[in-house]
């Protein structure tokens, strides 16, 4: 997902594997996730993508100061989605703090681990284990 103030901006998904970099889009205050060869689209990613940063995360805390967690892996997803108008997109922390995507640091580098799954509607029902067909024995005749 991407937060609300990037629905001008081209995005396309994450990809497992993948390092990104964090950044202000141009034309907005929103900083978020991009690759470094398309500085300009931005990476959404659904919630429960694990990341990796390079690095103990750093982020704004909107004052003058930069604050630091001891955390290099986190969790991508959403808080606070019963206030409109605001930033949801958030990393939790393994202690479960969270900070805001748009607080990060710019030039941050996380790579993507791993995706979470989508379950996607059944085409078929699934049939009872003994509602399945078995081979016949072989005989030795």
């Known amino acids: 997902m991407c937060d ?14 993948e390092t990104l970099i964090t950044t202000t889009f141009r034309g907005t205050s929103t900083r978020g996730f991009a690759s470094e060869s398309e500085p300009n689209v931005a990476v959404c990613m659904l919630p429960g993508t694990e990341l990796a940063f390079t690095e103990n995360v750093k982020y704004d805390n909107r ?39 748009t607080l990060l ?17 059944a085409t078929e029902q699934a049939r009872p284990a003994a509602a399945t067909p078995t081979a016949a024995p072989l005989s030795a005749a």
């Open 4 to 17: 609300y103030s990037l629905h001008a901006i081209e995005t396309r998904p994450a990809t497992v594997g």
């Open 63 to 101: 004052w003058i100061w930069t604050r630091e967690v001891d955390f290099r892996v986190g969790k991508f997803g959403q808080i606070d989605r019963h206030v409109p108008d605001r930033h949801h997109d958030a990393i939790e922390f393994p202690d479960g703090s969270h900070v805001l995507v």
């Open 105 to 121: 640091c710019e030039g941050q580098r996380a790579t993507v681990l791993q995706l979470p799954v989508v379950q996607q509607p």
